[in-house]
């Protein structure tokens, strides 16, 4: 079955950690991004990829990192820098940069 | 810079009945993408609207593209429980002449359909 996971599912740290969210998708998809959701908030994007070794902030980048060294994959690193890090993460992919995106099922990061 | 806006953000309904969410943005967009969310869960895509005058359905859902008014059109059909949801609207901007691929997403209208 060709789809998106992320992992963890729940994952919890303490504030000053820095703290790494896998995504991987097979589905054999250029274009991998993530965004950000805030209760009652729609999604932002942090970061976004359009091929291997290349990757464009977003609109909330700040605090965030990310690597494409491979196309299945684009791990997102929330840094002690992000000030307000708890929130819901989703990676999502597509075909090429324009096309339509498929969404993981999320994790739910809490920092305390 | 484009910005999405949907109204209504809460909507509270009855099964059976009938009505429409709305999605306006406010700069050119080459495509319109629904998505449903349920709670604690991630976005499942419904529609992409590609061109003026599309018009897609799907079950009880029916979703329109106006981009001459800037405005999309989520319709609900005599709603069942099953359709209670967030529903988001997105759109990608036009940069230079072409579309960037991330996608603006609206604030989400959370649906409760109610017996």
């Known amino acids: 079955d060709g789809g998106i996971t992320q992992s963890p599912k729940y994952l919890f740290r303490k504030e000053g950690q820095n703290v790494t969210l896998s995504c991987e998708q097979n589905?054999?998809?250029?274009?991998m991004y993530w965004y950000r959701q805030d209760p009652g908030q729609g999604l932002r994007l942090i970061y976004y990829?359009?091929?291997?070794?290349?990757?464009q902030k977003g609109d909330i980048a700040e605090g965030y990192s990310v690597s494409r060294e491979k196309k299945e994959s684009f791990p997102l690193t929330v840094t002690s820098a992000q000030k307000n890090p708890t929130a819901f993460y989703l990676c999502?992919?597509?075909?090429?940069?324009?096309?339509?995106?498929?969404f993981g099922p999320g994790t739910r990061l809490t920092v305390t | 810079e484009l910005k999405v806006e949907q109204n209504p953000l809460f909507l509270s309904m009855q099964e059976g009945k009938n009505y429409t969410i709305y999605c306006n943005y406010s700069?050119?967009?080459?495509?319109l993408y629904w998505y449903r969310q349920d709670p604690g869960k991630s976005l499942e895509s419904l529609f992409v609207l590609l061109s003026n005058g599309a018009v897609k359905q799907e079950g009880r859902l029916m979703a329109s593209l106006d981009t001459k008014a800037r405005l999309s059109t989520l319709h609900i059909t005599a709603a069942v429980h099953d359709l209670s949801a967030t529903y988001f609207c997105?759109?990608?901007?036009?940069?230079?002449?072409?579309?960037?691929?991330?996608?603006?997403f609206g604030k989400g209208t959370k649906l409760s359909v109610k017996p």
């Open positions: 589905l054999n998809h250029d274009a």
């Open positions: 990829s359009q091929i291997v070794n290349d990757f």
């Open positions: 997105a759109a990608t901007p036009i940069i230079y002449g072409g579309s960037q691929g991330n996608l603006i």
């Open positions: 700069t050119t967009s080459d495509r």
């Open positions: 999502a992919s597509s075909i090429w940069l324009t096309g339509e995106q498929y």
